[in-house]
């Protein structure tokens, strides 16, 4: 924390810095050998796609950070996406509504994650997967299997369009949510009870942090942050499917992880994640030129969260 | 004995389960048939399996989400794997697995929850290497094991039986059976007495993954082929078996029976969302709230005799 505080202090965090370091090496390694993987607009598009996996990773890094974790964010990204298609059918017309009831679903089971975890005293590896299972059945309820409508056109214009200074707006809408990650975690009382909580949970307590709040909040956050990314991905493919949320499960834990963010809690930081984002987009563009199909890359993925968890775990922690 | 014992978590699932099967009766308007009986046991061979392996993980302070991948990487080997091999091959290869998720968690220090979502991904993508589309054959013997009768009694049943009893005598008759116990229950406790934690830990993850095989060699003779994404549920059905039979996350608590019991249970469950032709969709919203709702109903209760001061030990496995 305090280290945190101190000016450029978070390049002091040697697990953010290693991040950006290895998505960069990464990348240039990538331009070394391939042609045409060096450039301005491969560089955007990396960023961009880095979005989604960065916003589901608001989530994650709040509740690693409070000592849990979030499981639930597959089906709650993929319960958005059906629920803005299902609604607006396409059109502007009641993209508002769907807004308003998208929120309102993420809100809601972030609250029960939340007070599981609180009240029921739930293992919150338990109560989200039993709670993604939960929002798996109810996605397929509501859509009775088959996924209807398409995304209204204000989606697909914020994920595929292309703002101010030739770049896309979805890394503008993504720099802006990370700007307010950012402004939450630092400047915010909520923020530093965050992490407060993580470390050290019972010493909070007593110190008069309503940790359950604290704890309750941080699920909402994360549910509302992978529905957003939901809505977001619907935008971006025109539609919703099943199954569309399922890779940011692993991901944005490996995300966050990668970024230093402690799964024991108390420790990490948002651009953390961004990095790992970042990190983890550049290896999949990489794996996606170099055509080694969909098993090469699964275990490709497993190979370097391990590698930087051990990369993580050697470095003085401060 | 008082009541409020036999509603702890570890006892719980037994009433539960007798409530079920009652219930099950009511709606097939009858006692059970042979048959039903029959594929009760078949049913619920893949999450006893399962439920057992990840029971021992958890009873030793561990998690191991990588269970399902596991089953499918096994299934898939002994689908592709032509000659009598194929069974000790995938017995081989689910050891191997889990070995190396014991030997990356304890040697290296890792957290096992990362670590076993990065191996899953991993694990996932070498089945998908190698049967990247459900296929394959599977040897007539290892299909008329999964699913033949000896007498009216399934041969798995006597493979299940064989399976608990060596649980039970490892668990409970056997040092190393006792010292699982130990670790899980107090890791700095058992190592101070002398007991090498890290080769338990290591075992239990291995036994884990050989169980997994057997789940994964089951399948693949229930369903004649091969499938790289049959064990994808499995999972979480490994986590609901052991926490339903009431293994507690904070590890050193576990039961056999219970297991045994939550597998029969899940199966139930199953199988009267079949017999009410609710929508099937019901079944993972079931299947996500029964650990929520009992977890929180065993909760519930010891909130009416509070206890004094918040738990301070928090959940190791993260």
């Known amino acids: ?318 | 004995m008082r009541v409020s014992r036999w509603l702890r978590n570890e006892y719980l699932i037994y009433p539960i389960l007798i409530g079920l099967l009652a219930v099950y009766v009511i709606f097939n308007r009858g006692l059970l048939s042979v048959f039903q009986i029959q594929s009760l046991i078949t049913s619920s061979a893949p999450y006893l399996l399962v439920g057992l392996g990840e029971a021992v993980v958890i009873i030793a302070g561990g998690i191991d989400l990588s269970i399902g991948y596991m089953v499918s990487l096994t299934c898939v080997v002994v689908a592709t794997t032509t000659g009598p091999l194929g069974v000790p091959l995938a017995l081989v290869v689910g050891t191997a697995a889990g070995l190396a998720n014991g030997i990356l968690i304890t040697r290296f220090r890792l957290s096992p929850l990362v670590t076993t979502l990065a191996t899953g991904s991993f694990f996932f993508g070498v089945a998908l290497h190698i049967l990247p589309t459900p296929g394959g054959s599977v040897p007539g013997w290892v299909s008329n094991l999964a699913e033949e009768n000896l007498g009216p009694i399934p041969i798995m049943a006597f493979l299940l039986i064989l399976v608990i009893v060596m649980a039970w005598v490892t668990l409970y008759r056997v040092p190393a059976g006792r010292h699982v116990f130990a670790v899980g229950d107090n890791l700095e406790g058992a190592r101070q007495s002398g007991i090498d934690d890290q080769r338990i830990r290591i075992a239990t993850y291995a036994v884990a993954g050989t169980l997994a095989g057997v789940a994964g060699i089951f399948l693949a003779g229930q369903t004649s082929s091969g499938d790289p994404n049959i064990g994808t549920p499995f999972t979480l059905n490994a986590i609901l078996v052991a926490v339903l039979g009431g293994t507690s996350l904070a590890g050193g608590v576990g039961t056999i029976g219970g297991v045994v019991a939550a597998s029969f249970v899940l199966t139930v469950i199953n199988d009267i969302i079949f017999l009410t032709n609710a929508s099937s969709y019901l079944q993972y919203i079931v299947s996500g709230g029964i650990l929520i709702g009992m977890l929180g109903v065993s909760r519930g209760l010891r909130l009416i005799r509070p206890v004094p001061a918040p738990p301070a030990k928090r959940v190791p496995g993260r």
């Open chain 1, 1 to 318: 924390m305090t280290k945190l505080r101190t000016a450029g202090g978070w390049l002091a965090y040697r697990g953010v810095g290693a991040a950006y370091a290895a998505a960069i090496v990464l990348f240039l390694v990538g331009s070394l050998f391939i042609r045409g993987f060096f450039g301005w607009g491969h560089i955007l598009a990396i960023a961009s796609t880095a979005g989604f996996v960065g916003i589901v990773g608001i989530g994650q890094t709040f509740t690693l950070i409070t000592g849990g974790i979030d499981l639930s964010v597959a089906y709650m990204l993929n319960f958005g996406a059906l629920l803005v298609t299902g609604i607006t059918l396409g059109s502007s017309h009641h993209f508002g509504l769907a807004l308003l009831v998208v929120g309102a679903v993420a809100a809601l089971t972030g609250l029960v994650n939340g007070v599981g975890i609180t009240f029921l005293k739930i293992p919150p590896l338990i109560m989200t997967l039993s709670m993604n299972s939960i929002l798996e059945g109810a996605a397929l309820l509501y859509s009775n299997g088959t996924p209807q409508g398409a995304s209204p056109p204000l989606l697909t214009a914020l994920a595929t369009g292309t703002g101010p200074l030739g770049i896309p707006w979805l890394i503008w809408f993504w720099a802006a949510v990370t700007a307010v990650v950012l402004l939450i975690f630092r400047r915010t009382v909520f923020g530093r009870w965050t992490y407060a909580t993580g470390s050290a949970p019972r010493a909070s307590w007593l110190s008069g942090i309503p940790v359950d709040r604290v704890v309750i909040l941080v699920y909402m956050v994360s549910a509302v942050a992978a529905a957003l990314a939901g809505l977001l991905l619907a935008g971006y493919s025109g539609q919703a499917y099943f199954g569309m949320g399922d890779t940011y499960q692993l991901e944005s834990v490996a995300v966050a992880v990668i970024g230093g963010t402690s799964i024991l809690g108390g420790k990490g930081s948002y651009l953390g994640t961004v990095a790992g984002a970042l990190l983890l987009t550049t290896l999949t563009s990489l794996l996606e030129v170099l055509n080694v199909g969909a098993s090469m890359e699964s275990m490709l993925y497993g190979v370097v969260i391990i590698v930087m968890m051990m990369l993580n775990r050697q470095r003085p922690t401060s």
